[in-house]
């Protein structure tokens, strides 16, 4: 026969059991979850850049008076590499860009404008 205070002990030592479980099994969903917030953060990063490195090419491509206006999350640096090639810098994603015309740039992120004036492309906030 067992008796009551045994069963007590033992069902709070299940009881012990399932929430220590419960607690590894959240922690690993927390990290799982900051993984998972950090790789979008990179890959929306990455779409910034690709955006920005298309709408310079669709600008220069267009021709003179060409305005394009568009908004970013992001800031971005536009530097020089060599002379035929200029990197964009996405908060540390880093792309090319083929267009030699365009100016380096410091862009905050918000509404961005992207004019071909000449074939040459500015760039600047709005």
Known sequence: MV??????FEFLFA??????????????????????????????KGNTCL???????????????VIINESIDYNVNVSEISPAYKELNVEG?????????VPNAQLSKGKIKI???????????V
Request: hydrophobic share 45%.
């Open 15 to 44: 009881v012990g059991i399932v929430f220590f479980l419960f607690l590894l099994l959240l922690g690993f969903m927390m990290s799982r979850n900051q993984e998972l917030g950090d790789s979008r953060r990179e890959i929306n």
């Open 93 to 101: 994603y880093y792309c090319l860009l083929a267009i030699h015309t």
């Open 51 to 65: 955006l920005i490195s298309s709408l310079i090419t669709s600008a220069f491509i267009n021709g003179d008076g």
């Open 115 to 125: 004019e071909n004036q000449n074939n040459y492309i500015d760039l600047q906030n």
């Open 3 to 8: 008796k009551k205070a045994q069963f007590s």
